[in-house]
């Protein structure tokens, strides 16, 4: 069976860092694109971050630019969001999501075929 699995959520202080993984099991071959997602209380789910699998391109929302790096261990079907200089705002429910149509990585879509259950992430000021 199919299954997306995040790990690594929990609470730090603005400024701190946190890394999360998305394990991706009982996939033949992996997406082609990985993408994690997060969604505020009352907002919208919004995509952050993407990695192209077949060539390792990412792309990045412009509100997380330069503090979230998306990663992926190739060898061991995981993804990863590194986050730094986190923020209060970055507090949400991330998801790790996948498809297997490229044009969904960074292509503003949200109905990926695959998803986590989703790990929390606080961000206390």
């Known amino acids: 069976q199919r299954r997306l699995m995040e790990s690594g959520g929990g609470s730090v202080q603005a400024g701190g860092s946190l890394r999360l993984s998305c394990a991706a099991y009982?996939?033949?071959?992996?997406?082609?694109?990985l993408a994690w997602f997060r969604q505020a209380p009352g907002q919208e789910r919004e995509e952050v971050a993407a990695i192209l699998t077949g060539s390792d391109r990412t792309y990045y929302a412009d509100s997380v630019k330069g503090r979230f790096t998306i990663s992926r261990d190739n060898t061991l079907a995981i993804v990863y969001l590194q986050i730094i200089s986190a923020k209060p705002e970055d507090t949400a429910m991330f998801y790790c999501a996948g498809d297997f149509r490229p044009e969904y990585c960074g292509g503003g879509y949200s109905d990926f075929a695959y998803w986590g259950q989703g790990t929390q992430v606080t961000v206390s000021s």
């Open positions: 009982g996939y033949t071959n992996t997406p082609d694109c």
